[in-house]
């Protein structure tokens, strides 16, 4: 079976659920970057999070990275992050630049994983951090969009509406790339089976 973005959010979720409080509450994007820990890393970081509050995670993983073997207690880890300048962000959610809509871990593994399946060469941490990006805000949007509006569409009505616009959609999307040189080169080369129509 393929690993997909589901099974990883499955693991991820899994591995987290085992990680103490309060790393068992972090966003999904961390929990590898926490697993590679060592136990008595996990303990420190554990501890420093519970005093610096949950939204310095990825500083506080970073400082671990650096500096590992120079940290020895939560202190050591705490006077390393320079918590003016730490956003505090949400565990388990990611605000896109809208500020609209909160979107799922789901939704960044799965974009993640489709920037992966189009360009296989990328590294999976670079991939993660283009889904976070602005450039990709819109996106991850319609990612979000798409899972509740078809998670909520229970009639006939709004299943022929979506598809209607789906198929739309893509039609303007083909459009578009067909318009652009660069967009049909792009297409073929992560695509190679891509026709323009």
């Known amino acids: 079976m393929a ?21 068992n509450q972090i966003a999904m994007r961390h929990v590898d970057a926490v697993q590679s820990l060592s136990e008595s890393q996990k303990a420190i970081l554990a501890k420093a999070v519970s005093k610096v509050g949950i939204g310095h995670i990825t500083t ?6 650096k500096s590992g073997d120079s940290i020895n207690n939560e202190n050591d880890l705490i006077g390393m ?13 990611t605000e896109n630049v809208s500020g609209d809509r909160k979107v799922e871990d789901a939704d960044v593994d799965y974009l ?13 941490a670079s991939a993660d ?30 299943i022929t509406a979506l598809y209607t ?3 739309e959609k893509l039609d ?3 459009q578009i790339i067909a318009s652009n040189p660069a967009f049909v080169k792009a297409m073929q080369l992560s695509r190679p089976d891509w026709k323009p129509n």
């Open 165 to 167: 616009l789906f198929e």
């Open 60 to 65: 506080c993983l970073a400082a671990l990275k």
């Open 81 to 93: 992050l320079d918590l003016s300048e730490t956003p505090a962000v949400p565990s388990n959610e």
């Open 129 to 158: 951090a283009l889904v976070l990006s602005e450039v990709m805000a819109p996106s991850l949007d319609v990612v979000a969009t798409s899972r509740l509006a078809l998670r909520d569409a229970k009639s006939d009505f709004v």
């Open 112 to 124: 993640a994983s489709v920037l992966l399946k189009c360009y296989p060469d990328m590294p999976q």
């Open 172 to 174: 303007e999307i083909e």
């Open 3 to 23: 690993y997909t973005a589901e099974l990883k959010s499955r693991r991820r979720r899994s591995l987290r659920e085992s990680f103490p409080a309060p790393l």
